[in-house]
T-cell receptor
Framework: GQQLNQSPQSMFIQEGEDVSMNCTSS?????WLWYKQDPGEGPVLLIA?????ELTSNGRLTAQFGITRKDSFLNISASIPSDVGIYFC????????????FGTGTRLQVTL | ETGVTQTPRHLVMGMTNKKSLKCEQH?????MYWYKQSAKKPLELMFV???????ENNSVPSRFSPECPNSSHLFLHLHTLQPEDSALYLC????????????FGPGTRLTVL
């Protein structure tokens, strides 16, 4: 089946630093999504990308849909303590309506 | 608050018990989903309902039985579960089954003793 490789698996950063994480696939996706999950809660949709090369921002978050359609990146600028959590990428391919393939997550921890 | 609620938030049950998980969405969506989230594993899609009709059963054991009485409500009936079924069970909804943007509830943390 399809797999999404998400990296890094975890990261410690200092408050105020910028963060980058990415997701790669062996398959082409026509939609990329980024979610954040806080402890004890469900994933919350952060950004949705629908077009190769698309760059979309949501506050301090910026995500890009890779040109090859096999990868996506999420950047967080000027991290703050509430950015702590697990970030998941998810992809949807044409012809697999309703099926999202999820990455294994990047755990972000911020040190003060 | 994502517009998707789940009850109960926590559930502990024995292997011989029967229990049900409930999900309700207030987003006017037509597709609803059940996912299983286990530690260190990607989210696993279990069931999909589109306009109350089940469109996907991802090889889920029959001890899990979904029910979708209308587009706003989704249940997961549980019976004779195994300890390895302990996980976070997440409900999600989207505009319809073609929509990629799925909105998740807070989940039910299930522990099977």
């Amino acid at each position: 089946g399809q797999q999404l490789n998400q990296s890094p698996q975890s990261m410690f950063i200092q408050e105020g630093e910028d963060v980058s994480m990415n997701c790669t696939s062996s398959s082409i996706f026509n939609t990329w999504l980024w979610y954040k999950q806080d402890p004890g809660e469900g994933p919350v949709l952060l950004i949705a990308l629908y077009k190769a090369g698309e760059l979309t921002s949501n506050g301090r978050l910026t995500a890009q849909f890779g040109i090859t359609r096999k990868d996506s990146f999420l950047n967080i600028s000027a991290s703050i303590p509430s950015d702590v959590g697990i970030y998941f990428c998810a992809g949807q391919t044409i012809g697999t309506a309703s099926k999202l393939t999820f990455g294994t997550g990047t755990r972000l921890q911020v040190t003060l | 608050e994502t517009g998707v609620t789940q009850t109960p938030r926590h559930l502990v049950m024995g292997m011989t018990n029967k229990k049900s998980l409930k999900c309700e969405q207030h987003l006017g969506h037509n597709a609803m989903y059940w996912y299983k989230q286990s530690a260190k594993k990607p989210l696993e899609l279990m069931f999909v309902y589109n306009f109350k009709e089940q469109t996907e059963n991802n090889s889920v054991p029959s001890r899990f039985s979904p029910e979708c009485p209308n587009s706003s409500h989704l249940f997961l009936h549980l019976h004779t579960l195994q300890p390895e079924d302990s996980a976070l069970y997440l409900c999600a909804s989207s505009q319809d089954a073609e929509g990629a943007e799925q909105f998740f509830g807070p989940g039910t943390r299930l522990t099977v003793l």
